[in-house]
Structure formats: structure tokens, C-alpha cells
DNA sequence: AGGTCGGCCGGAAACGTTTCCGGCCAGAGC
DNA sequence: GCTCTGGCCGGAAACGTTTCCGGCCGACCT
């Protein structure tokens, strides 16, 4: 394994120079730089990271944290998948790599995110659906470590977030239903302790106000982000006095959940009932009808919280206004828009 | 932060017995370790791990390689997060951490992989969803880097793989479709240059033949795990001039996608065709009729990579036998099974 | 011509561990 | 009483970087 030493001695300079020329440093000549990375490429020099860091006291990787339990009992995020995936190419474009710090029960977690981010020197940590008020969260933003969350307000005071425009993006299926011909839509949104309910909900609210129309208190039911809730607010929504004839659920398994209720009531979507949903999850394309939804951009979610983790780094740590990415309406068949 | 040469003036020995006492060596007195530990509890001390990296030349942290594109485009993984959990998991037990090799653009993964793995002296790599063949890949296991897959048969003589018992799993299928009275049983399996295509239709014939059964030869029909692809081909099974009264997909995607086809022809499963799938994605329970599938158990799977990966470690590299973890037949809506 | 400045570089000290090598001391064996 | 052994420990050299500090030398200014 060629390290620095030896490029120094093939080159005839010293390792501090060598060091110099490969973090493109001013103070070494052009030819001297030249002749170095030349060599190192010939050679196949690759730094060592531990080294580096030991030093820099700061490393070349960022950690992830993101609550198991949390995740797949609760199938809280769908498509976490897609979030890894703008992280990863984001990171990858700046040379950096994504640790995802484990822990074996949570009940250490406090100690297990400190130490970890502590013991590898990270550069940040990106979280998400964790529980912002859990103390091994508070705790390590305590500890000085640059955070950004995803869907997650943290302390505004020392991190930031990034989030979709959650209100933009309810309204777009709010004006998509109005556009339809429907006036009596209804609302199924998720618990008002997580930012993208209140806001979706936010978003519904004044875009039916921006069109003029008034919604039945009724049609407002609060759901929690799962099929059987989405099942269940529908029913009870067709079985009101004066039922909608549309309804934007604040999330696809809600929204699945309602087209189920609807067939059960024996009514069709979207002949009878409209149905819109949000977050484009996987199983919109592949359930019949195909479901309508306001899709987020998961990839630029990731990207986005790399990036504002990147540029407090550079900035030396100042905290920014948080990101909120742009939704897209993408309309299939549970709304009767178009095929 | 407090670091060892403290420890070691705070209990008056000197910094090599303190490293003696804290990694737990033969070397140090009963009366002395119990100091040391103390003091190290009460101090908060937790160890750099750049440094302990450095001279050791074996990092804490197992790489995780997958191949981003090959993923969401091919959606090949469709419980690829599930992986993730069983992997954290494990390796948080035996006080690992993961890291996600990155790279920007795949026609340099070769050298990002390999990189990555020499920079930061990984303690091994997990790798999935990639192809066996690119050459990043070869040039890993090459580097002498210790490599377990799952569900990807890497050179046997220097790594091992884990996978999902596809045979029994296919077989269990077959069998449940039989036992409910059918007899005429059609298959749609996927590309044979994968692993869990081939051995799914291994378990396929092996059952029907262990059962007394040779399926019509029109009854073996070839798709690519995607939705269309199940699509198409229950479309061909049903034009056929004996059509089976069964099917058996070796993939979820794919029995969904039969699954519309049935009802585009007029027909319903169970009523008319029964449908089995196989992975049990997410989307399963979602649709109507629910999906009967075999289950893999993915966090088993994760979990298994991790074992394999660690005994290796301390076997010193010695190659294992592939491990197989075992499926499970969760009967739902779509065969009429049971409710 | 003397002084100053800036570009380029080398030596050496860090960074926080682990481990090799050798030393001390108490007890055992002769 | 002397050597040998084994348990416990300390000093110091690593591991591969980065960076501080200072030195040299040529160019420029006055």
C-alpha cells in the first residue's frame, strides 16, 4: 500500500509538500503539484481516511440515523428507499459517505448516536423519522454535531430541515378535484403531532377557502397515516348526510384504504367517489384503479438535506432556512381527470 | 474529550495498560482493569476510532454495496429497506456500524469500491442488487476485501452469499395450489440469469413432479419481475387452448400484474384463476383480493449476510457454505386458501 | 546596495491509539 | 541463596496524515 512517505521519495520532495500538492494547496509550484498527482495516479495512491481524519479531526463521512422500530412497524416512510438514493449521489458527488449508525436497542440510543457521531469525528448527521423529542436526538444536537432532519423540525436554533411543500402540494389536489366539478371534498389527514399532516391539512384549508368554498366541518377526519384509518375515515365519511364527492386523503395508504371502503360501500372510484392521495408510493401504480396522488420528490429530499448539511460545513456551521422541495400532482385513475 | 493518556494520569499507570484494560487483555491486573473501567464509565471516555483504525488496519465499520440504478429502475429490491433493518440490526450486536459505498457516476464505481474499502480498512463488504460481473465488483473481491453477497453468487472460492430457500418456497407454493384442488398449474418465473429465477422454478418442477404432475410445457412462461411482464404473460397463459387454473408467479409484481389481467378478461382470482406470488412486498396486503405469496424473511436475510461476514472476520477469511433462510407461505385472498 | 516581501519548501510535532520489547518483582525449584 | 518463570507493567515506536514554524532565494522597492 504506496503511502504519502513514498511519493515523497520518489519525487524527491518532502511529505509535507506531497501532502501539500494533493489537497491543492497554494503554496506548492505548478510543476512540483504536477509531477506529484502524476505519480500518485501512476502509483494508484489512495489517502488513508483514518489518518486524515485523525488529524483533520473531521471525517469524510456523515451519519444517518433513522429509527428501525419507528420505520417498518410503522411503515412510516414508504419510500425510504428513495431518500438513501438521493443521499447517496449527493454525498457521493462531494467525496463524502453516508454511515448509518446502529444501534442494538434503542433504549441506548442516546448513547449509542453521541458516541458514534463522537468516536468517527462525522462530518453531520441527516435524521429522519425519529422522534425529535427523544433524548438521544436532543442529545446529540446538544452535543455540537451539524444535524439536518427530513420531514423533522428540529431545534431551530442550531439545525435545520428539509421537507416537501407539503401546503403547495395539498392544494394542487384540492384545485385538481375543484377542476373536476367537485364542491364537497373532504379531507382525511394524519395526527397533528407530524409537520407534513398539520401542513397538508394547512394546504387543503386554504385552497378551499382560495376557491370559494367553505368545508363541512364533518368532512375534516383525522387519520394516521395507515390503511385501516384510511378505511375507516372513509366509511365514515360516506355514511355522513350529505357525503363528498371527493376525497384527498393527506397520504397514498389512507387513500388506498378509502378506495377500499368505497368498493365495500359498493361505489366506484371515480365514477362516485374521487379519490387523490400523497406521496406516490409504489402501490399507487399497481392497485386498480390506479391512484391519483401528489407525488413528493424523494431523491431531491435527500439531495436537499445533503446539500444543506454540505453548505453549513463550508459555512462553518451556520444554520439555514430550512428547504422545502416542490410536489408534483400526478394524476391517474382514482380521480377520472384523465385515464 | 477525554482520551486514554488522561485515563492513564487519572489512575497512574501509563496509556498501554489502560489500552490493555479497555480491550479486555490477559495482560493487566483484576484490580487495575476494574480501575480503569471506572473511571473511563465516569469520564464518559469512548475511543477514537480514526486512531484505533489507523494502527490496527481494520476499521468497526462493514461497507454495504448496492447498485442505486440497477435498484430503483428495476425496482429489483422492492424490500430492499427490510435488508437494512436485519443488517443494522446484527451489526450493532457485534458493535459494527455500515457504510454505504457511494458512488456519482457507476462507470467509476470500479474505483470508488475498491477505494473506499482500502481508504477506510474496511472490516468487510456486504454487497446486493449489483451485477456479479462488472468489473468494480471482480476487482473488489480481487483486492482481497472480505465479500459476502445476498442473493448473488459471488466467486465461491473467496466469498459466500445468502439467500432465501427459493426451491422449498416455490415448492410450498405449488404444493398449496394442489392441495387446493388444482392440478393444472402454470408458473411465470424470471430472467434465468438470476439466482432466486432459476431456483424458483428449480422448486417448481421438482414439486410438480414429486406431486405426479408434468406441467404443459406452455404453462412455463418466462417474465422479468416487473408488473407489465406478469401482465403479459397471464394474458398468453389464458389464451391458451388449455388454460391452467393456477398460477404461480416467482414474483409479487408479477402475480399483480397477473392479477389484472385476470380481471381485464373478466375473470376473477380466486374464483376462476388462483394466483400465488412470491417476496411479499408491501403492495400485497394492499390490493384486492390480498395477494397468497411466500414470504421471505428479509430481516433474516440481512441478518445472516452480517453473521456470515463477522465469523469470516474471525475465522480469519475462511470461506463459508452459502446460507439459506427460510421462506414462509402467508395464505391470503388470492387462492381462496382461506379467508 | 541593502532591506523586505512573497513564493516555495522541509523538519518536526502533532492526532489517539496499539503493540513490541524489555524490566521489575515475587515466588517456585534446585 | 541463586536462577528461572510468569504476572504485571512502562517506554517508546509505530500507524499515515496534516500543519505549524521557520528557512531559503529571487525579485522588487527605495
Known sequence: ??????????????????????????????????????????????????????????????????????????????????????????????????????????????????RAARQHSLAGVIMMGVDEAHPAITALVDSGTLCVGIDLPLRRD??????????????????????????????????????PATERLAGYRSEMARLGLTPDPDHIVHGDFFLASGYDCAARLLALPKPPTAIFAAGDEMAIGALHALADAGLRAPRDVAVVGFDDIEAATLIRPTLTTVAQDRAALGAGAVQALISALDDGGAVQAPLRVATRLVVRGSCGGSP
Chains 1, 2 share one sequence.
Not at 82 to 101: C, N, R, Y
Not at 186 to 195: D, N, Q, R, W, Y
Open 1 to 114: 500500500m504506496v503511502d504519502i512517505r513514498e511519493l515523497a521519495r520518489r519525487t524527491g520532495v518532502s511529505p509535507a509538500t506531497v501532502s501539500r500538492a494533493l489537497n491543492d494547496r497554494a503554496e506548492v509550484s505548478p510543476e512540483t503539484r504536477r509531477r506529484v498527482l502524476e505519480l500518485a495516479e501512476e502509483l494508484g495512491y489512495s489517502p488513508n481516511q483514518p489518518a486524515r481524519t485523525l488529524v483533520r479531526r473531521r471525517s469524510d463521512m456523515v451519519g444517518l440515523i433513522w429509527d428501525t422500530g419507528y420505520t417498518t412497524q410503522n411503515q412510516r416512510h414508504p419510500f425510504l428507499l428513495d431518500l438513501f438514493v438521493g443521499i447517496k449521489q449527493t454525498l457521493a458527488e462531494s467525496g463524502h459517505h453516508l454511515m448509518l449508525v446502529s444501534t442494538a436497542d434503542t433504549t441506548a440510543a442516546v448513547d449509542v448516536y453521541v
Open 158 to 195: 442550531r439545525t435545520t430541515y428539509v421537507t416537501s411543500d407539503n401546503r403547495t402540494g395539498a392544494a394542487s389536489a384540492v384545485r385538481h378535484l375543484f377542476d373536476l366539478g367537485h364542491r364537497a371534498i373532504a379531507t382525511i389527514t394524519g395526527p397533528m403531532s407530524m409537520l
